[in-house]
């Protein structure tokens, strides 16, 4: 297995950013959204589990929907823990809980990070009960491609050569097929692009720091970008990605996840050749007036 990130550094770069001022905007609104698909969902949850949810965002967005009797969090420091909050503490690619024993599994915006994402997706189906639901917030392809793109481009231009900048971010699809390869029960996945804008390349770098979202790769650099490479990459973001205002744009595109451990009450798909009409009969009733 491939070590794409250096998880000593996410938990340090995290750190920092809650010590600091996190930049919680973006773990605000994600949270917003479960919280918000959670809340239509006509069932109870005894037990739920929020997985490094960072800040916390999440978990009391999901307790305020008021369908979860007891919430429990998992992160990889004890720093994260609100004072006087009790939480259970794991490596990000480890679920600690026993088979069978949450029925609400809830992680915002850690999953890109993980090393064996199959792995970690199997970890979570195995500790949710019959029946249990996982919900996800993935960082997806299109996440900071501005970004990514003016620091290629600057670099490359001032010194021939690149290294690898922004975090590779997985597709839509990659993610319904580590649902399907999981085990889980009628997967859903879609995706919501958030465009936030800035003065310039600087502050977005300064948030993306207070997020602790600094670069994590094992393959990362370790020279930092000089000055001119960020002063021409400033200069090829607001030629590329401005608005007529001067303002720069951001994108992140977060894939929202669903998924059940299966269950006998569940719908099932039907059987090969069990359909009482043919889709050629079925379209043609569709097209009647």
Not at 88 to 101: F, G, H, I, N, Y
Request: aromatic share 6%.
């Amino acid at each position: 297995m491939e070590t794409l990130f250096d998880h000593s550094l996410i938990d340090i770069n995290r750190r920092r950013a809650l010590s600091a001022g996190p930049a919680d905007f973006l773990l605000d609104v994600v949270a917003r959204e479960l919280a918000e698909r959670l809340s239509v969902i006509d069932r109870r949850f005894e037990r739920a589990v929020e997985l490094h949810g960072h800040t916390g965002a999440t978990a009391r967005a999901i307790a305020g929907t008021g369908k979860i009797d007891i919430l429990e969090r998992v992160e990889s420091d004890e720093g994260f823990a609100a004072p006087g909050e009790a939480l259970t503490v794991s490596p990000l690619e480890t679920v600690p809980l026993a088979p069978q024993s949450v029925n609400l599994l809830v992680s915002p915006l850690s999953l890109h990070l993980t090393n064996d994402t199959p792995g970690v997706f199997v970890q979570i189906r195995r500790a949710l009960k019959p029946d249990g639901l996982f919900l996800a917030a993935i960082p997806g392809s299109g996440t900071l491609q501005e970004l990514r793109e003016v620091l290629l481009a600057a670099e490359s231009e001032l010194t021939g050569g690149a290294s690898p900048r922004v975090i590779p971010f997985p597709d839509v699809r990659d993610v319904g097929a580590l649902l399907q390869r999981g085990g889980f029960a009628l997967p859903v996945t879609d995706k919501e692009t958030y465009t936030v804008r800035y003065d310039s390349i600087f502050p977005l770098m300064k948030d993306l720091r207070a997020m602790g979202m600094a670069n994590p790769l094992t393959g990362r650099s370790r020279r930092p970008l000089t000055r001119g490479i960020l002063l021409r990459a400033a200069e090829i973001y607001a030629a590329r990605f401005s608005d007529p205002d001067g303002r720069i744009r951001a994108s992140f595109s977060i894939i929202y996840v669903s998924g059940w451990a299966p269950h006998e009450s569940q719908q099932k798909p039907l059987k090969p050749g069990s359909a009482t009409m043919r889709l050629a009969d079925a379209l043609k009733q569709g097209g009647k007036e």
